[in-house]
């Protein structure tokens, strides 16, 4: 499995933008497909975004789609998250997620990763 912990969440208002991060650990990195999910109070844990392990395939739930860029640096093991055009419905515990099986797709399916990290808030006020 890989260790994984997020950052850069934190209080905007609406309209505005943040940046999570995900710092990974391992040498195998650029292998890896990732993912964000989220989960707001009392509601299931969502997919937000996923992308492949070369970054050459993405996928976004609708909800945030033009608004929401998911990227991987491999020279930095980091996972990134640009959100732009926050809404308050945005608002939640965000999650980055790995697959460490080499060479995987931009999964959709929390079953699909087997390594998360802790979560870091976001919250969005009106």
């Known amino acids: 499995q890989v260790q994984l912990v997020e950052s850069g969440g934190g209080l905007v208002q609406a309209g505005g933008s943040l940046r999570l991060s995900c710092a990974a650990s391992?040498?195998?990195?650029?292998?890896?497909?990732m993912g964000w999910f989220r989960q707001a109070p009392g509601k299931e844990r969502e997919f937000v975004a996923a992308?492949?392990?070369?970054?050459?395939?993405?996928a976004y739930v609708d909800s945030v789609k033009g608004r929401f860029t998911i990227s991987k640096d491999n020279a930095k093991n980091t996972l990134y998250l640009q959100m732009n055009s926050l809404k308050p419905e945005d608002t939640a515990v965000y999650y980055c997620?790995?697959?460490?099986?080499?060479?995987?797709?931009?999964?959709?399916?929390?079953?699909?990763?087997?390594?998360w990290g802790q979560g870091t808030q976001v919250t969005v006020s009106s």
């Open positions: 997620a790995a697959d460490s099986k080499p060479y995987g797709s931009a999964w959709r399916r929390s079953a699909d990763f087997d390594s």
């Open positions: 391992g040498r195998t990195f650029s292998r890896y497909a």
């Open positions: 992308i492949s392990w070369s970054g050459g395939s993405t």
